[in-house]
């Protein structure tokens, strides 16, 4: 039942790419564009939230604090390196270096994301199923509109619209197979869950301070400040909600 419920979470991104990627398709550039930045705000506070509120306390019960928060502090060190090799990618504006080297690249690191990120749903599921749900819900949250940006990219380098959204939807159908490959092997080795944990609130705390947050810094001409703070604390207050909820 367990694995059951894995597939669905991993899939639900996948749904909602097809979902946001046919919302795109009616909109105009500007009504996109709103729609982007509102969900950068508010998918900032969902990561920060789950990170510091679920993913590492639930790591810290698990594990000493040292090796905690030393696995922490590599991830971050690690996804640094790795953005800097154009290999982990959370552009969410048009006219960015990642986005300009062009569609294959885009789906190269999306591909590689969205496979972390079906392992990160699968440790979190083993572990509790609250956290589970509440980790996959902010996967899902940044995601989306990261998935709809990227179409919108795939649109405006020439891409068809159907080529465009066939390369979105396999690009995130690998989170499914990250999840698969978390779950059976994972299941084998839980003491590395808690290890797996910290990467996922590093991960995550990487994604909205050093690329979303500083986004909507840089959006402040265009997105009123208190638009911008009433997003962000729903995004907190959407996790604290899901986790009452479970448990």
Same mark, same amino acid.
Not at 9 to 36: E, N, Y
Not at 197 to 223: C, E, K, P, W
């Given at each position: ?32 564009? *709103?729609?982007?930045?509102? +969900?950068?705000?508010?998918?900032? #506070?969902?990561? !920060?939230?789950?990170? $510091?509120?679920? @993913? /590492? ?6 594990? *000493?604090?040292?090796?905690? +928060?030393?696995?922490?502090?590599? #991830?971050?060190? !690690?996804?640094?390196? $790795?953005?800097? @090799? /154009? ?161």
């Amino acid at each position: 039942m367990l694995l059951f419920w894995i597939i669905v979470f991993s899939l639900a991104g996948t749904v909602g790419t097809i979902v946001g990627g046919s919302l795109i398709l009616m909109c105009s550039r500007q009504a996109r564009d *709103k729609f982007l930045s509102a +969900m950068v705000s508010y998918a900032a #506070g969902t990561l !920060l939230s789950v990170s $510091l509120l679920r @993913l /590492l306390p639930e790591a810290l019960e698990l594990e *000493k604090p040292f090796p905690v +928060m030393g696995t922490v502090l590599t #991830g971050v060190v !690690l996804f640094f390196l $790795l953005e800097k @090799l /154009l290999l982990w990618r959370h552009c969410h504006e048009h006219d960015c270096e990642v986005h300009s080297a062009g569609g294959p690249l885009i789906i190269i690191g999306d591909s590689v994301h969205n496979f972390v990120d079906g392992i990160l749903i699968a440790a979190a599921f083993l572990t509790d199923f609250s956290l589970g749900v509440t980790t996959a819900i902010a996967i899902i949250i940044h995601e989306v509109p990261q998935e709809v940006g990227d179409f919108s990219i795939l649109l405006d380098h020439g891409y068809k619209k159907a080529k465009a959204m066939g390369l979105n939807i396999l690009s995130s159908l690998t989170t499914v197979i990250g999840a698969l490959l978390g779950y059976f092997a994972l299941d084998y080795l839980r003491p590395a869950i808690p290890y797996v944990l910290a990467l996922s609130a590093a991960s995550f705390l990487y994604i909205a301070t050093v690329d979303l947050i500083a986004n909507m810094h840089r959006q402040g001409r265009h997105q009123a400040p208190w638009t911008q703070v009433a997003l962000f604390l729903a995004g907190i207050a959407t996790i604290l909600l899901a986790t009452g909820l479970h448990h």
